[in-house]
């Protein structure tokens, strides 16, 4: 059965909602000011440690740079971290504040299948998102699934995760073509930026797991 995974969340309701709805990840956006999702540390924090150990809880950045990505990782307790736009990836992440690490590709890149080979060697999962210029994930815009699902067959087994556009009228059918372990989603499951619409999220997290 395909996992899900809610990005964006923001507000304490939509966090608990969306774990009795059953959802498997939860993303918390910090570092990335552009995003109508972006946190505090102080916030992100706050709604970390209110995710159950069964839920993984994934830090989703940009940051680059060592001081700043320890700074996040001490002060916030999640179990995974999502880089996007990373050629290397920091050892430290995983040896000294045991995170498993997600490499996000962006697919409409020309080197999409070679970023995803190279991350796919050090990080412990590969998530194919789509990207607009200047913005990295949370686009709510499709990608062509073709490229997904050979990124998706160079990486195998390592845990891949599918993410760009989805929405509960099309995430049966994006788990049908590319077969990912993860369907994430944010501005799909919404009624304004960082604010979950819970029938949506409902519906998305029950036809994704519906799928056989």
């Given at each position: 059965m395909?996992?899900?995974?809610?990005?964006?969340?923001?507000?304490?309701?939509?966090?608990?909602?969306?774990?009795?709805?059953?959802?498997?990840?939860?993303?918390?956006?910090?570092?990335v000011p552009k995003s109508p999702r972006n946190l505090t540390n102080e916030v992100a924090s706050e709604l970390i440690s209110?995710?159950?150990?069964?839920?993984?809880s994934t830090i989703v950045t940009t940051l680059k740079a060592d001081t700043e990505l320890r700074e996040v990782?001490?002060?916030?307790?999640?179990?995974?971290?999502?880089l996007y736009g990373l050629k290397e990836y920091p050892g430290f992440l995983k040896s000294e504040y045991g995170l498993r690490v997600i490499g996000?590709?962006?697919?409409?890149?020309?080197?999409?299948?070679d970023s995803a080979r190279a991350a796919s060697k050090v990080c412990d999962g590969i998530l194919v998102d789509s990207s607009l210029p200047g913005i990295e994930g949370g686009t709510g815009e499709l990608h062509d699934w073709?490229?997904?699902?050979?990124?998706?067959?160079?990486?195998?087994?390592?845990?891949?995760?599918?993410?760009g556009g989805l929405t509960p009228n099309n995430v049966s059918e994006a788990i049908r073509v590319v077969k990912p372990d993860y369907v994430d989603v944010s501005t799909g499951v919404e009624v304004?930026?960082?604010v979950k619409d819970p029938g949506k999220?409902?519906?998305?997290?029950?036809?994704?797991k519906g799928v056989v």
């Open positions: 395909t996992k899900v995974k809610v990005c964006g969340i923001t507000r304490k309701g939509d966090l608990e909602f969306a774990i009795s709805a059953g959802v498997d990840a939860l993303g918390f956006v910090v570092g209110l995710v159950p150990n069964e839920v993984q990782c001490e002060e916030l307790k999640a179990s995974a971290i999502q996000a590709i962006e697919a409409e890149s020309i080197s999409a299948l073709k490229v997904s699902s050979l990124i998706r067959a160079n990486v195998s087994p390592l845990t891949f995760y599918l993410a304004s930026p960082g999220v409902s519906s998305f997290i029950d036809r994704a």
